[in-house]
């Protein structure tokens, strides 16, 4: 509140009080939040809260910030209320159907991309497990004369997934409700992948946001959270290329573990690739169709 309770909330004192009240309630980025979910019920920009930050809110935009931080403290991600995530430079529509796209997941692009290089005017690639769409839908993106194939088991996120691709207008992804693997696809340059791979018994100790709000089907990996990998690595051989080259996302410390199943598998100059904090998130391999 206010230290006068009879002055009107500004922006900067309703600022204050949420990211104060974030704080207590043990949230990581309390005013980064703030500031989001303020701009957001505003219809504006963080930039343009530093710039009226003596403004007065009128109670309509008070009673909408409001809302917005009830559930914040409930620890609804931020995402979520905001209905968008940007990944790689775009702005992607998101809802619980739907994990967040994370910025460690932009590495698993990075990777398909630089791993790619000499087949990028023609470069066929699938996206298993697309959620959002946000890594099938960047490689089409960035590759215009490229195609990508996309797959999901869940029709909800489907739904999320096809709309981002016309909101962006990419029209090189094709996206079907498959377990993995497309019925028909075959000859993939490239096969990535952001599987669940969480620990079934380690998801109800996450953060709440991600446990309590992010869909089960997106984050568990069967019993050692490998389950997924385990299954890309054998289904990637019969869909792979000559050369072709599987991705898959991992949990930070499972990188040299899934390297060394890579290998067991067949597959060679298998390099892993950190993230932005770091972490081994990114294992690759080639796959060279043994000859008869
Ligand atoms: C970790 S999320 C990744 C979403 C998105 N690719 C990203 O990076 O933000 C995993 C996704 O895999 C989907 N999924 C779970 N089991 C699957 C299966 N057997 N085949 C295809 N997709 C599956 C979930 O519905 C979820 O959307």
Same mark, same amino acid.
């Given at each position: 509140m206010p230290s006068d309770k009879t002055a009107p909330w500004t922006i900067e004192s309703v600022l204050r009080w949420a990211s104060d009240d974030f704080l207590a309630k043990g949230i990581d980025s309390p005013r980064l939040d703030a500031e989001l979910l303020? /701009?957001? =019920?505003?219809?504006?920009?963080?930039?343009? @809260?530093?710039?009226?930050?003596?403004?007065? #809110?009128?109670? +309509?935009?008070?009673?909408?910030?409001?809302?917005?931080?009830?559930?914040?403290?409930?620890?609804?991600?931020?995402?979520?209320?905001?209905?968008?995530?940007e990944f790689f430079g775009r702005s992607f529509a998101v809802d619980a159907r739907v994990l967040v796209p994370r910025p460690d997941t932009e590495c698993l692009v990075t990777v398909a991309l630089t791993r790619t290089r000499h087949c990028s005017m023609s470069m066929r690639a699938l996206d298993a497990c697309t959620g959002s769409g946000c890594v099938a839908i960047t490689l089409a993106?960035?590759?215009?004369?490229?195609? /990508?194939? =996309?797959?999901?088991?869940?029709?909800?996120? @489907?739904?999320?997934?096809?709309?981002?691709? #016309?909101?962006? +207008?990419?029209y090189n992804v094709a996206f079907y409700e498959a377990d993995l693997f497309p019925p028909h696809g075959h000859a993939y340059d490239i096969v990535v992948s952001n599987p669940p791979y969480i620990a079934s018994s380690e998801i109800d100790t996450l953060m709440p946001e991600v446990s309590r709000f992010?869909?089960?089907?997106?984050?568990?990996?069967?019993?050692?959270?490998?389950?997924?990998?385990?299954?890309?690595?054998?289904?990637?051989?019969?869909?792979?290329s000559q050369e072709g080259v599987l991705a898959i996302e991992v949990g930070d410390g499972q990188a040299p573990q899934v390297a060394a199943l890579f290998e067991q598998?067949?597959?060679?100059?298998?390099?892993?690739?950190?993230?932005?904090g770091g972490i081994e998130r990114v294992v690759s391999g080639v796959w060279y169709t043994p000859t008869k």
């Open positions: 303020l /701009a957001h =019920a505003l219809n504006t920009t963080r930039m343009q @809260l530093i710039l009226d930050a003596k403004k007065p #809110l009128l109670p +309509g935009e008070l009673g909408r910030f409001r809302a917005l931080v009830k559930r914040r403290r409930a620890r609804e991600p931020v995402a979520y209320l905001r209905g968008e995530r993106k960035e590759r215009l004369t490229s195609h /990508a194939d =996309a797959t999901d088991v869940s029709p909800d996120a @489907l739904a999320v997934a096809q709309h981002n691709a #016309l909101r962006l +207008g990419a992010e869909p089960r089907i997106a984050l568990d990996g069967g019993p050692d959270g490998l389950s997924f990998v385990r299954r890309l690595l054998e289904g990637g051989r019969s869909v792979l598998n067949g597959y060679r100059d298998v390099e892993c690739a950190r993230d932005y």
